[in-house]
């Protein structure tokens, strides 16, 4: 018997929405699974062709951990591994592969979890749940983790294209966070939270340019990785002259991700075309299910 699992991509942040808001990518993770004798991961696509074959492979550390909180002995399994999910790029692999874990142990154990308790799981995980929650609930999610607790609230959802620009380069989430402040002062704080308060109602109310307009107002992040990614300010321009709502780094970058009305997705991604030879660029749409 085989059964395969499915994982959306996800993007986090949408600029002010820094470790907290993330949406679902139509990019998959896939795995298909039979027991085997043995643990063996086999990559089917380039994306995933250095990552391990066997029990050193994340997504089996990750099943076995949850097999293990549930005291119950994880079978071992055939998973050959697909994906379109490039690594490093900002489109949330790492927390895809924890998801897909997770959900290894979920069918191989018989554990039927409920989202909520992926949540939980995958959240303790990975510290903040802005990709790990779009992942599995799909669509925009918002959402906050402290100690053992996470609290999300979906977005309503709303058609929107979405052109990611996705560098050839890698950029690591740690080297892209060793550039942000340790501090931040009091009166920044406040203008920073209002800008992604102002974000999250605009969401609310389906009101896609004031989403643009304050995707693009970050203070938590944007500022200080800019410099990493100077496909960020070529895009932003180039992108909103072509009726884009807004743009902003994909996640910890380096891809970018530009918010684009229903169907203005393939002009704007024909134009970066041409302008980023050295960019892969494609047109997405927003995935509704997650895993
Ligand atoms: N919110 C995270 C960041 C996403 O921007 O660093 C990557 O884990």
Same mark, same amino acid.
């Given at each position: 018997e085989r059964f395969v699992i499915t994982v959306p991509a996800s993007s986090a942040n949408l600029g002010p929405g820094f470790d907290s808001i993330g949406v679902a990518l139509s990019r998959y993770l896939r795995l298909t699974v039979e027991r085997h004798e043995e643990w063996i991961f086999i990559p089917e696509t380039k994306e995933v062709q250095s990552i391990p074959t066997g029990t050193d492979n994340l997504m089996y550390e990750v099943a076995q951990d949850v097999a293990r909180q549930f005291n119950i002995d994880l079978p071992s399994a055939k998973?050959?591994?697909?994906?379109?999910?490039?690594?490093?790029?900002?489109?949330?692999?790492? &927390?895809? %592969?924890?998801? !897909?874990?997770?959900?290894?142990a979920n069918v191989l154990c018989d554990l039927r979890l409920s989202k909520r308790e992926k949540l939980r799981i995958s959240s303790l995980m990975e510290g903040h749940p802005d990709n790990v929650s779009p992942s599995i609930y799909g669509g925009i999610v918002?959402?906050?983790?402290?100690?053992?607790?996470?609290?999300?609230?979906?977005?309503?959802?709303?058609?929107?294209?979405?052109?990611?620009?996705?560098?050839?380069?890698?950029?690591k989430t740690t080297d892209a966070r060793d550039v942000l402040?340790?501090?931040?002062?009091?009166?920044?704080?406040?203008?920073?939270?209002?800008?992604?308060?102002?974000?999250?109602?605009?969401?609310l109310n389906k009101d896609l340019p004031l989403v643009g307009e304050f995707m693009e107002k970050d203070l938590y992040h944007e500022p200080y990785r800019m410099r990493l990614v100077p496909e960020l300010s070529l895009v932003r321009k180039? &992108?909103? %002259?072509?009726? !884009?709502?807004?743009?902003?780094?994909?996640?910890?970058?380096?891809?970018?991700?530009?918010?684009?009305?229903?169907?203005?997705?393939k002009a704007i991604a024909e134009h970066m075309y041409a302008l980023l030879p050295n960019c892969e660029i494609d047109v997405l749409q927003i995935d509704r299910k997650g895993v």
């Open positions: 998973v050959s591994v697909w994906s379109n999910i490039p690594l490093a790029r900002g489109l949330g692999s790492s &927390a895809s %592969a924890i998801v !897909a874990g997770i959900e290894l918002v959402g906050y983790h402290h100690e053992n607790e996470t609290y999300i609230a979906q977005i309503p959802e709303f058609d929107v294209d979405i052109v990611m620009a996705i560098p050839e380069y890698e950029l402040p340790s501090d931040i002062n009091y009166r920044h704080a406040v203008e920073a939270g209002a800008i992604g308060n102002m974000l999250v109602a605009a969401l180039e &992108a909103k %002259a072509l009726g !884009a709502y807004g743009v902003s780094l994909s996640g910890a970058g380096p891809s970018v991700l530009c918010l684009a009305p229903k169907g203005k997705g």
